[in-house]
């Protein structure tokens, strides 16, 4: 009688057809207070190694789940490319609106940007460099204008932080406002982020219209 042929061993490893966007759009599907990595296992009935293998750790792939819904609000968004002013503010604006649609768990990621969040800013840089801005200072516009945004945004999600700081400050200034009038009467005039976004970007573009004209 013939011998029965032994089962083949079991392969030790990823399984099959796990991998970086099943596993972000499982993650996208989970409350970012409640994510880990082995939620997402469980729900793909998979190893936790095995998810880690494909997107690193938990804040990488909160990271990867953020960049992705930020992609999806931010493919709608259309920056002029022959008004480079506009484009600045249409930008940032964008920008900030997305982030703060995503919540307080937008301000964790400091990776880089996935080419969907990316988008918006080629475009700026478009309009920058087509009105006459050199591609160098393109970019370092680029990148102050993302410090701009994220801070406006930081201020708008983190009250709890902002609103303490604010309050040992006027506590300081209220006790020394002798000493510091001036300072006391600028602390009288309170201002939303926003507010302060758009004040910051009339002196960024009336600096690059400066540049523009040297």
Same mark, same amino acid.
């Given at each position: 009688?013939?011998?029965?042929?032994? /089962?083949? /061993?079991? %392969?030790?490893?990823?399984?099959? $057809?796990? !991998?970086?966007?099943?596993?972000?759009?499982?993650? !996208?599907?989970?409350?970012?207070?409640?994510?880990?990595?082995?939620?997402?296992?469980?729900?793909?009935?998979?190893? $936790?190694?095995?998810?880690?293998? =494909?997107? *690193?750790?938990?804040?990488?792939?909160?990271?990867?789940?953020?960049?992705?819904?930020?992609?999806?609000?931010?493919?709608?968004?259309?920056?002029? #490319?022959?008004?480079?002013?506009?484009?600045? $503010? &249409?930008?940032?604006?964008?920008? +900030?609106?997305?982030?703060?649609?995503? *919540?307080?768990?937008?301000?964790?990621? &400091?990776?880089?940007?996935?080419? *969907?969040?990316?988008?918006?800013?080629?475009?700026?840089?478009?309009?920058?460099?087509?009105?006459? @801005? &050199? &591609? =160098?200072?393109?970019? $370092?516009?680029?990148?102050? #204008?993302?410090?701009?945004?994220?801070?406006?945004?930081?201020?708008?999600?983190?009250?709890?932080?902002?609103?303490?700081?604010?309050?040992?400050?006027?506590?300081?200034?209220?006790?020394?406002?002798?000493?510091?009038?001036? @300072?006391?009467?600028?602390?009288?005039? %309170?201002?939303?982020?926003?507010?302060?976004?758009?004040?910051? #970007?009339?002196?960024?573009?009336?600096?690059?219209?400066?540049? +523009?004209?040297?």
């Amino acid at each position: 009688m013939a011998q029965a042929a032994e /089962p083949a /061993p079991r %392969r030790i490893g990823r399984p099959p $057809r796990l !991998s970086r966007d099943r596993i972000v759009q499982v993650a !996208s599907e989970i409350d970012p207070a409640d994510l880990t990595l082995t939620a997402v296992a469980d729900r793909l009935g998979a190893a $936790r190694n095995a998810v880690a293998y =494909h997107v *690193g750790s938990r804040e990488d792939l909160l990271a990867l789940v953020i960049e992705r819904r930020l992609a999806t609000r931010l493919a709608d968004l259309h920056v002029p #490319l022959d008004d480079w002013r506009a484009a600045v $503010r &249409t930008a940032s604006h964008g920008m +900030l609106d997305a982030l703060l649609e995503e *919540g307080p768990a937008a301000l964790a990621v &400091t990776r880089a940007p996935l080419p *969907g969040v990316i988008g918006p800013s080629e475009d700026l840089l478009k309009a920058l460099t087509k009105a006459g @801005f &050199t &591609t =160098h200072d393109a970019g $370092r516009t680029l990148g102050m #204008l993302a410090e701009l945004v994220y801070a406006a945004a930081r201020n708008s999600l983190d009250a709890g932080a902002a609103s303490t700081t604010a309050a040992a400050l006027v506590e300081v200034i209220e006790s020394r406002a002798d000493a510091y009038p001036t @300072f006391a009467e600028a602390l009288d005039q %309170r201002w939303e982020p926003r507010e302060q976004l758009n004040f910051s #970007l009339n002196v960024v573009i009336l600096g690059l219209e400066r540049v +523009l004209d040297d």
